[in-house]
């Protein structure tokens, strides 16, 4: 056993009751399998475990990374010093609020959310079926898909601050725009969003699910580790026809590699590394830039 770090003695000594982990391989938390070890992990289980999570934080100096379920994040190989607080799993209880609202903390998954309003007969969640993040790094991001957005449901977000704080915003307040929230720029926590949605029948929602799921596993390549689309979409084109167009399929760094089946995602084919990733996002951005003359540029967050 190896000798704690300072940062490991302190966590351990000021958070007793919370699951942490020392060294994690950030690989196993992430959906590219990519990732060394984080020196501290947290697993909080409710928002008052993220409080005094954020608290200790605050009286050690720390500013500590939010993971969710790590599908849209490329982490570094060398791992990360730190903390890491890991919300998937942990932060994940989901309830009916009135007739056609629900509210789900940040660590469900979204496709849970939306099975959970299905459930209910309510619809508006049925895009989010099928995407892996969970629900705090959707709204994180104001992640979409066949033609839905987080934005269009959310009614509004519970958001700790670093003190451990929690503030109400309104959609509004959450400046979304395409695949953003304020988030990005003023540091803050998901801890759970409440979505308005529409009643339907729930056989009718559920239908929409399974057409939305054939249409994911036709065209993308779920058998491979990746973080999903690699590169924002730009304005005036689609990344993946960029990509096919400069004859990019296949286009291989190490074993980081341009997916065959949807040239928008750049897969692990096994032994990747975060270079190799980087290094293939840099190249594929630069090659569309000389065939298109557009700039692509990464929706992956790189850590
Ligand atoms: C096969 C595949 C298909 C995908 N399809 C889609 C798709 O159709 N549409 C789409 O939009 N995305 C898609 N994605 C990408 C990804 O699932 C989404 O971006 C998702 O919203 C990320 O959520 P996460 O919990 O995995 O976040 P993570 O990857 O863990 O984190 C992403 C960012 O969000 C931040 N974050 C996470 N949780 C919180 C929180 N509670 N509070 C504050 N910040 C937080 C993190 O710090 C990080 O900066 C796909 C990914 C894969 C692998």
């Avoid at 351990?12 to 982990?21: G, K, M, Y």
Wanted: hydrophobic share 45%; net charge negative.
């Amino acid at each position: 056993m190896t000798e704690m770090t300072i940062l490991q003695q302190k966590i351990q000594a000021f958070l007793p009751d919370i699951v942490t982990s020392f060294q994690e391989p950030m690989a196993r938390h992430t959906s590219f399998r990519i990732g060394g070890p984080a020196e501290c992990m947290v697993f909080p289980k409710t928002a008052e475990e993220l409080a005094k999570v954020m608290e200790v934080s605050a009286l050690l100096d720390i500013a500590p990374v939010i993971l969710g379920a790590g599908t849209n994040v490329l982490a570094p190989d060398a791992g990360m010093t730190g903390l890491v607080v890991c919300l998937k799993g942990c932060l994940d209880r989901m309830e009916r609020l009135d007739e056609t609202s629900i509210y789900v903390q940040a660590g469900a998954t979204m496709t849970r959310a939306a099975i959970f309003a299905a459930d209910l007969g309510l619809s508006g969640l049925e895009f989010a079926h099928g995407i892996p993040g969970t629900v705090g790094g959707g709204v994180y991001m104001n992640a979409g898909a066949y033609g839905g957005e987080i934005c269009q449901v959310c009614d509004y977000v519970d958001v700790m601050d670093l003190q451990g704080k929690v503030r109400r915003l309104t959609k509004e307040e959450m400046g979304f725009s395409y695949r953003h929230s304020v988030l990005e720029e003023e540091a803050g926590i998901v801890v759970g969003a409440a979505f308005r949605l529409e009643p339907k029948p729930t056989e009718q929602i559920r239908e929409r699910m399974r057409e939305l799921q054939a249409k994911r596993s036709a065209s993308q390549p779920l058998d491979k580790p990746s973080a999903g689309s690699a590169f924002k979409r730009p304005a005036g084109g689609y990344a993946a026809a960029l990509i096919d167009q400069a004859g990019l399929k296949g286009f291989r760094v190490g074993d980081a590699a341009v997916s065959e089946k949807h040239a928008g995602f750049a897969v692990n084919l096994g032994q990747a590394t975060a270079e190799d990733v980087k290094e293939l996002l840099r190249q594929v951005s630069d090659k569309v830039f000389a065939d298109s003359g557009i700039r692509l540029e990464p929706e992956v967050r790189i850590w």
